[in-house]
C-alpha cells in the first residue's frame, strides 16, 4: 500500500543516518503536511497582528482568522463554537477541567475514577485535585489478554462510590485499544459522574462526536493531528464552561476590571487569558481542511489496514511479543524484542532511519498492569506504507543477529 499524501509532508526528503527517514512514532507527534506550515507563515507574512484588541485592519483580519479556526475545530469535535476553548495543549485542558470544574464540585471523600490505560496527562491533574481535596483516585483495571477495559471491575468500581468524576481515554496511545465511550459515559452518568474524555489519540485516526458520545469534557491535541505544536482544544458542554471559574487569568478573559475586582468575558473567551498562539491555532484550522479534505473515513481506513499489516507481520516474528497481540488495535502496536531493552533496539532502529518510540510512553501505570518497564511502539499516520512495516521488519531481524537472539 502506497501512501497518495506522503508527498504533502516535506520532512520525507530528508535523510536519517544516510537513510530514508520511516517516521513510525505518529502518536508521539504527527508530521505537518506543507498546507499547515505554509498556513502559520503566511498569518506571520501577512496578517500578524494581535486579535480581539486593535480596530484596524489587520487586527480584524488576524481575529476573523482565529474565530474562524474556532468554527472549523467545534465542527471537527461536532460541539458548539461556544463549548470550544483553545489551549495550549490537551494536557492544559485537561489541568483546566480539573482547577477549575473540579475544585467547584469535588469533595471530601468523592471518588475520581480513571482506568490504567491513561496517559500521565489524564492522571496527575487527577492526584493534585484529590490531595487538595481529601478525595480519592481510583483506577479501573485492563485485562492484560484483551487490552481492554475489564467490564465488572468498571461496573464495580462505578457503582460502589461517591463518584464524582470519570475520565478516561478513548483510545490507549500504547495498546491501541478503543474504548466504548457511549456507554461508558451512560454508565458513569447514572452513577452520578461527570464524564471527561480524553480524546487525544481518536481525533487523529476517526470520526468523533462529542455530543453523539454523550462526554461533558474532551480534548484535542492539535500537535497529534498535523497541526503545530503548543496548540490544543478543550470541549466542555456549555452550562458547565458557564458555571466555572476562570482558569488563568489575565487580559483578554475579563469583561470589567476595577481596582478591586473584575467581571468575566463570556465562555469561551472566559478562559483564553493572554494573548494565545493565534498562528499556531490558525493552523490547527489548516489541519482540520486537511483532514477533511482527505476524509476521516478515508484516514481511518487507510490507519487501520496499516496497523493490521504490521500486527500480523510482526506476528511471523516468534521473538517478538506484542501487547496485546491482536489486530483489534487504532493507530499504534507496542512490543518488545525478547529481553532486549527498548531502548537498545530503537538505537538500531535509528541506525537504519527508522523512528519509534520507546520507554514508558507517559502511561507508567499501565506499564506496571502490564508487567514491563518499557516497550517499543510502531504507530501510523497517512504518510506511513506497508513497505515501513517491511523496513520495520527487517532492522528487527538485525536486531535478532545484533543481540544473538
Ligand atoms: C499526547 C497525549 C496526551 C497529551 O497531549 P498534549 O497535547 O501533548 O498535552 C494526553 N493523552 C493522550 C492519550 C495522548 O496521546
Redesign the pocket.
Known sequence: MVSKWKKDFPIFSKKINGRKLIYLDS???SQKPKQVISSESEFYEKYNSNIHRGVNTLSEHATQLYENSRVKTAEFMGAGSDEVVFV???????NLVAQSYGRQHVKKGDTILLTEM??H??IIPWQLLATEKGAKVEYVEVDKETGKLDELDLERKLSSQQMAIFAF?H???VLGTVNNVKKLARLAKSNGATVVL?S??SFPHMEVNVKNLGVDFA?L????IFAP?GI?ALYGRKELLEEMSPFLSGGNMISTVSKESATWNEVPWKFEAGTPNIAGTIALGAAIDYMNRIGMKNIENYNNKLVDYCVSELQKLPFIKIYPPLKEKVGAVAFNVANIHPHDVASVLDNEGIAIRTGHH?CQPLMNALGVNATCRASFQIYNEFSDVDSLVNALNKCKKVFKL
Not at 495550549?88 to 485537561?94: C, D, F, H, Q, S
Open positions: 502518536a508521539g507527534t495550549r495543549n490537551a494536557t492544559e485542558g485537561i491513561e496517559h496527562s489524564n481515554t483510545v490507549s496511545n480524553d487525544c489519540q480534548v491535541s492539535g500537535h497529534k505544536t490544543g507517559c
